[in-house]
């Protein structure tokens, strides 16, 4: 079971970052302020995807729930914090933002890109 879980959060992962370059490309080609929203918006989303799947699944035992829920509950603490972090950063620094595109890009990485990666995993 363990080893079919890795493969779909790398399925999603993978899923994840392609859409992220090609929401990115997307953005290119309307303009580079629309590319860097879009990038930092699902760019921000699979590094903490990926960043909760590396703590969930490093050392895995199912035979203790406990400790596995205390690493879920605690991964999703630090996935929010980076998330928020990121943001907070990219609100601050640059000017030029363009904010519904950053969130559209967020918010497709986080709803869209796990369906078709589990569903059709690539990888």
Do not use: C, H
């Not at 997307?26 to 760019?43: E, K």
């Not at 640059?94 to 890009?105: E, G, H, R």
């Amino acid at each position: 079971m363990q080893q079919l879980d890795r493969l779909k959060a790398k399925r999603v992962l993978l899923t994840q970052l392609v859409l992220s370059v090609l929401l990115s490309a997307a953005g290119l080609v309307i303009g580079r302020q629309f590319a860097l929203s879009a990038l930092i918006g699902a760019g921000a989303g699979t590094l903490a995807n990926a960043f909760f799947a590396f703590w969930v699944f490093r050392r895995y035992r199912a035979q203790e729930p406990e400790m596995l829920l205390m690493r879920l509950y605690g991964a999703e603490m630090a996935k929010v914090a980076l998330i928020v972090a990121v943001f907070s950063v990219a609100f601050l620094s640059i000017d030029t933002l363009n904010i519904p595109v950053l969130l559209t890009a967020f918010v497709i990485i986080q709803v869209i890109a796990p369906l078709l990666g589990s569903r059709f995993g690539v990888g």
